[in-house]
């Protein structure tokens, strides 16, 4: 079974010659936006979106021109500049060029299509918000990196890409910086992004010292399915910057503070396309670095069953509607590390996955959006209930993105999450199970999040008038709750989505996994998913919720605390972080530094003493002189003779 | 023969330095240092003579006008002194110090 | 013979001397004629490196003059790429801060009307600058180590004066830390310039012949000794630096700038061009305590950085720790990491230039350095706390911003150089890259309580920058990002200079993987 990748050819002309067109785009955008400021408040956003609909347009036409090229001739390199040059007569230290192969035009899709839908919404969303124009600057700017980050063709440019989008995302979750709250949990998700990067960093160094060079095309021919211990430390190292960026644990705790951004943005960042950014370095470096079976592969796959438990058990105690799908992107996304553990059959479900939950997730985020709009922005879901009559729309897709997450058959999730959990339980039977019983909490919490919202009796604010929203922020829902219906059968019956993504990412024709949903875990997740949702119809639907937060058990209180996370890298690294702060600024000013001035103190406290010698009489300055020529002669006199 | 005159250079020498170091009027101290100039111009002369070349007497010569133009600056700064402390005490005159 | 760089050096102090003449009362005019002499500077300097040959001799523009001929010291300069660079980097920011100190002088008052510092002299405030710009541009070109001494000692004065003179409240204790410690530095030089010149026997000073003209090893290390001493402090490197925050602190923001964007620089481009190729062995012989105390100063000027609370010290202390990069590429004994090192000291003027004076004009608003002073000015004043932003983000050296393509090569060159047994410079390689979270710490916390968060009450009366402001940061951030993209004209200049240097110490220069392909 050879499961080799394509080789990357050089390419010119065509859409794809000019791909670099749909960063180009967005950027732009970004920039006329953020120079010119107020000049374009009145347009601005619309600039945005035509911006981010014209990236979509150039991805299209490209997908169309790449799917037009031979199956094995769909890797597609276009060079764009030397980035850092080598020494004279020696080729370029790095070239900076894009890759456009299956893999990465199905995340150029994702990311401008889902991110174009959402620009629209924010039309509607932020138009009380006498800041728009600035929102849609890094709206744009974070698909433009994000688009970087897909489509280099080398680590460095995804490297920026990575970072570009750690920026867009850290400007987008203070954008209402005046509130400490979102300021602090801006600058916490950088950082701790950060803690990711220097996983990426370190992997790169050795990437290059070992292997010579940090090109895609190159790497193929120079691992050549080797595996030893420095390409298990590669992988290790890059699964580091993976979680860091994809809120998986240990770097997990950014994710829940995160949404303190407006929602369009936890929607198109925190759920659909940057946090599954780890998700594609893992698949990008697949060949390379997690071949299946590989000790990195596992770790990828313990690290994406740990998540998935550990967002599902967070997002059954939350009682803010955000930080419950929060909890529930960083579960979802967990069955992508752990489907990305599998080598290629793995990644078609984990890639699926990605990109339904990237429809259905958006869908529920803005839908989440919408009944924050029509409630006063209103995140406590024990102040919701019934909502379903007044905001029909909304309820329906929500519904549909409900129905979608947790599994419902013949819907987007169940395809690709089933999918995920039958490779799981074939390769890893105990991550698999956990998987399953991940699914079934699932059903638990999502339907808790519905019971509570649409459900029920009204438990608003006095000053609450829930309202159907504008159409500009319905359409986009519609759009994605299509997506989350149909999207999941599409790519994964036959095999389709395998088949497409085989020259990227490599496995066998083949090896093609065949979508079966009668086995035992396949019918073991439905049963869990229906305990979990008639559990929560009991807990939520039936019953009454009380407005007030009840205390809880000890697990609530655990789930409420996120894992008891935040407190965990308090006691680890903040306190002891502050102090070894101050006692190195303590030893700089009094130990360093007090030794120099204690010296300079010396030597000043020593000449002040010894002026006390210039008394201002001549006799005693003739007496000195005296003392020093007799001194002087008698040495010479002694010196002479011997 | 010439240790007589090297004697007497060395005696004239140490009463010089004496009275500069003990006496206090500027005028004596002047004058001791001028005793000791000539200290000084009796034994390059008594050394001109005994080794026979006629260095020593020239560098007195040079000693002699060093001496007269001290005169002239050093009698002028006495006077001055004099003339802004109504004395001529060296003692008096330490505003240089510490 | 070319009268390019005598002319790029004559210009400035004419100006200088045209300023210091002008009438009394002519304030505005001395500004004026500054910033046009800078300008011109900027101008030919730019019409110099033009015809600069990457690919050609090594010195090119060189000229010779006799100084003092019984020692044979020459009036020698000439640049390489290296060199080009600095002094590129030197008159690009001279007018920026000739423009940004244009009321510093005047007597500086806050929103509310206090003033911070009293009205001096502005005719020789701006005359010392443009001394201290042909000083500046002497230092890098001077190809005579004795001419290089000169210059090295005479900047202390203007910047001395500066300091001292222009300075905050505790102005003259900084100014006297600085001189002192500086001249303690250069002593030490003078005497290794000294030996140098009797050792070698080549009645020379003159760089090109005295390289490989020391054999003894022993006397190597003593001369390389005196050498880095000299400028370590001046780098400055742990544990010689306590004088930065104080001299940075204290000096007005353009003249921090200077010190910390350029005068430092001298430090690191002495170890890189005298100390590695007038010593090989010896520099070979010392680079792992070197690189030990490179490592520390990066963590430990980090660490120091996130406890400060008065702005400009916090970011002397990140200077400190992107000084350690510089050192640590400059004897990682790569290519990679000495080009990363060349070009992290022109691209550490830019960005830490611009984060300076943007605090600068933030202190001038507010009249406290301190960070809890501050709070929420981004809702009052956008466009500045936008450029305080991405001069942060550079100094955190971000991706997309030119910091980062210099901080990456140093530390991928430190990690892949075989010179002295891996192991050890791989580690440092690793350490140095936790440098990375901590420089988010302290950059982002210091935006966090400065910037975001309610607006503080004397705050609110802050103004967004004006337009002479902006025209300040605007080239400077067009400039980090512009080689944060794009940074192969540097690079391009800079790497056959690194080669020669890296061949005259006899390492291997390639910019491939050192450790080969493949396993």
């Known amino acids: 079974m050879e499961s080799q990748i394509a080789e990357i050819v050089q390419h010119t002309g065509g859409v794809i010659g000019v791909s670099w067109l749909m960063i180009a785009f967005p950027l732009v955008g970004a920039f006329i936006l953020l120079v010119f400021n107020r000049f374009t408040d009145r347009w601005g956003h619309l600039l945005g979106v035509a911006m981010s609909l014209a990236s979509f347009v150039v991805a299209v036409l490209a997908f169309f021109e790449l799917i037009g090229l031979g199956e094995e001739a769909r890797r597609r390199a276009v060079h764009l500049f030397e980035f850092i040059p080598g020494m004279p007569g020696e080729p370029a230290m790095v070239d900076m060029g894009l890759l456009i192969d299956p893999l990465s035009i199905s995340f150029a899709l994702l990311i401008t299509g889902v991110g174009s839908l959402i620009h629209i919404y924010s039309i509607g969303y932020m138009a009380h918000d006498e800041h728009r124009r600035r929102f849609f600057a890094y709206l744009n700017l974070f698909v433009a990196a994000m688009l970087l980050l897909v489509l280099a063709d080398n680590y460095v440019g995804l490297f920026i890409g990575w970072e570009g989008v750690g920026l867009a995302s850290y400007l987008l979750i203070g954008f209402w910086q005046f509130k400490p709250s979102a300021a602090v949990a801006a600058k916490k998700a950088f950082v701790v992004n950060r803690v990711g990067d220097f996983g990426l960093l370190v992997g790169m160094f050795v990437i290059w010292t070992t292997f010579g060079t940090l090109a895609f095309k190159d790497l193929g021919a120079q691992v050549n399915g080797v595996q030893n211990g420095t390409t298990l430390a590669i992988g290790l190292l890059l699964l580091l910057g993976a979680c860091g960026k994809s809120a998986q644990l240990p770097l997990q705790s950014w994710l829940l503070d995160a949404m303190e951004g407006p929602t369009p943005v936890s929607a198109l960042i925190h759920a659909a396309t940057m946090v599954t950014a780890g998700v594609y370095l893992v698949v990008r470096s697949g060949a390379f670095f997690f071949p299946e079976g590989s000790g990195a592969a596992l770790a990828v796959a313990i690290v994406g069953a740990a998540t998935l438990l550990a967002g599902a058990i967070i997002g059954c105690a939350k009682d803010d509607i955000k930080k419950g799908l929060a909890g529930s992107t960083m579960s979802q996304i967990g069955y992508m590390m752990l489907g990305a553990g599998f080598g290629p059959a793995g990644y078609a479900f984990a890639i699926g996955h990605l990109i339904t939950h990237g429809f259905f997730k958006a869908d529920m985020f803005l839908g989440a959006g919408s009944v924050m709009h029509g409630m006063n922005d209103e995140v406590n879901m024990r102040k919701y209930g019934g909502l379903r009559k007044y905001m029909p729309i909304t309820f329906v897709t929500f519904f549909i993105g409900y129905l979608a997450i947790i599994g419902f058959p013949l819907l987007s999730g169940y395809f690709t999450k089933d999918g995920i959990i039958e490779t799981a339980v074939h390769h890893q039977p105990v991550l698999g199970w956990l998987a399953v019983l991940g699914a079934g909490i699932t059903g638990f919490y999502m339907s808790r999040m519905v019971f509570m919202t649409f459900f029920g009796e009204k438990r608003w604010a006095d000053d609450a008038h829930p309202h159907e929203s504008p159409t500009v922020m319905t359409v986009p829902l519609m759009i994605l709750s299509l997506g989350a219906l149909g999207l999941g059968g599409y790519l994964v019956l036959g095999g389709t989505l395998y088949d497409f993504l085989r020259p990227a990412v490599g496995g066998t024709p083949e090896g093609a996994p065949h979508f079966d949903p009668f086995t035992t875990p396949g019918l073991a997740t439905l049963a869990l998913v229906a305990v979990g949702a008639v559990f929560a119809w009991m807990r939520y639907g039936r019953a009454t919720v009380p407005s007030v937060q009840p205390r809880g058990s000890f697990l609530t209180t655990f789930a409420r605390r996120d894992l008891y996370g935040d407190a965990l890298n308090e006691s680890l690294f903040m306190r002891p972080g502050q102090w070894l702060t101050r006692i190195a600024v303590f030893f700089d000013n009094r130990g360093i530094d007090g030794l120099v001035n204690g010296l300079a103190a010396g030597v000043g406290g020593t000449s002040g003493r010894l002026r006390r010698i210039q008394t201002g009489f001549a006799r005693t300055y003739a007496l000195s002189i005296l003392i020093g020529a007799a001194l002087l002669t008698g040495a010479l006199l002694f010196v002479g003779n011997i | ?98 | 013979m070319s009268p390019w760089l005598p002319i790029l050096m004559a210009v400035p102090v004419v100006g200088a001397i045209v300023v210091a003449l002008l009438p009394k009362g002519s304030d505005k005019l001395a500004k004026q004629v500054t910033l046009l002499v800078s300008l011109l500077v900027l101008v030919l300097t730019g019409v110099m490196a033009a015809g600069f040959k990457p690919g050609g001799e090594r010195f090119q523009f060189t000229a010779e003059y006799n100084w003092i001929p019984s020692f044979g010291v020459k009036f020698g300069v000439g640049v390489d790429g290296v060199a080009l660079v600095l002094i590129a980097l030197s008159v690009v920011l001279v007018p920026i801060v000739v423009l940004a100190s244009w009321h510093d002088a005047d007597g500086v008052k806050t929103a509310d009307g206090t003033l911070i510092t009293p009205k001096r002299s502005v005719k020789t405030y701006f005359s010392l600058l443009l001394v201290l710009e042909t000083m500046m541009i002497g230092v890098f070109a001077a190809t005579d180590i004795f001419l290089f001494y000169v210059f090295f000692e005479a900047m202390l004065i203007p910047m001395y004066f500066m300091i001292g003179s222009y300075g905050g409240a505790q102005r003259s204790y900084a100014a006297v830390k600085f001189l002192l410690y500086s001249l303690f530095g250069g002593l030490l030089m003078l005497v290794a310039v000294i030996g140098l010149f009797v050792v070698a026997g080549k009645q020379s000073f003159m760089f090109p012949e005295l390289v490989g003209a020391i054999q003894d090893p022993v006397m190597q290390k003593w001369l390389f000794a005196g050498f880095f001493i000299a400028f370590a402090i001046k780098a400055p490197l742990w544990p010689v630096h306590t004088w930065l925050p104080d001299a940075a602190a204290q000096a007005p923001a353009g003249a921090a700038v200077l010190l910390v964007g350029v005068l430092d620089k001298v430090g690191t481009f002495g170890m890189l061009r005298f100390c590695l190729e007038l010593f090989p062995d010896a520099a070979k012989a010392f680079t792992m305590p070197i690189v030990v105390l490179a490592v520390i100063s990066i963590i430990y000027g980090a660490i120091v950085a996130i406890g400060q609370t008065d702005m400009k010290r916090l970011i002397a202390y990140t200077s400190i720790s992107h000084f350690g990069f510089i050192v640590l590429g400059v004897f990682a004994m790569s290519g990679v990491a000495q080009s990363g090192a060349a070009l992290y000291m022109v691209n550490h003027g830019f960005a830490t230039g611009a984060l300076f004076l943007a605090a600068g004009f933030l202190i001038a608003r507010r009249g406290s350095p301190f960070l809890g002073d501050y709070g929420g000015v981004q809702k009052v004043a956008p466009l500045l706390a936008g450029f305080f932003l991405v001069a942060g983000l550079a100094g955190l050296s971000l991706p997309g911003l030119s910091s980062f393509v210099s901080e990456f090569m140093v530390m991928i060159g430190t990690y892949s150089s075989t010179a002295h047994g891996s192991g050890a410079l791989t580690a440092a390689a690793i350490i140095s890259a936790v440098a990375v979270v901590l420089a988010a710490v302290y950059i982002l916390w210091m935006v966090q309580r400065v910037m975001n968060g309610p607006t503080a009450e004397p705050v609110k009366a802050f103004r967004d920058l004006n337009a002479r402001e902006v025209w300040v940061l605007a080239p400077l951030v067009a400039l980090i990002i512009g080689f944060g993209f794009y940074p192969k004209p540097l690079l391009d200049v800079i790497n056959p200079s690194v080669q020669h240097t890296l061949t005259n110490v006899k390492v291997p220069t390639s910019t491939i993987a050192e450790k080969g392909t493949g396993q």
């Open chain 2, 1 to 98: 023969m010439t240790t007589h005159y090297l004697v007497l250079s060395g005696l004239l020498f140490a009463i010089g330095a004496i009275g500069v170091l003990v006496r206090r009027n500027a005028i004596v101290v002047f004058m001791c240092v001028e005793l000791m100039l000539n200290a000084c111009n009796l034994a390059f002369v008594t050394f001109s003579r005994q080794v026979g070349n006629l260095e020593g007497q020239i560098i007195a010569f040079f000693v002699m006008v060093v001496a007269a133009a001290e005169v002239v600056v050093g009698l002028a700064i006495i006077v001055t002194i004099f003339r802004t402390r109504r004395s001529a005490s060296v003692d008096d005159a330490n505003l240089l110090k510490y």
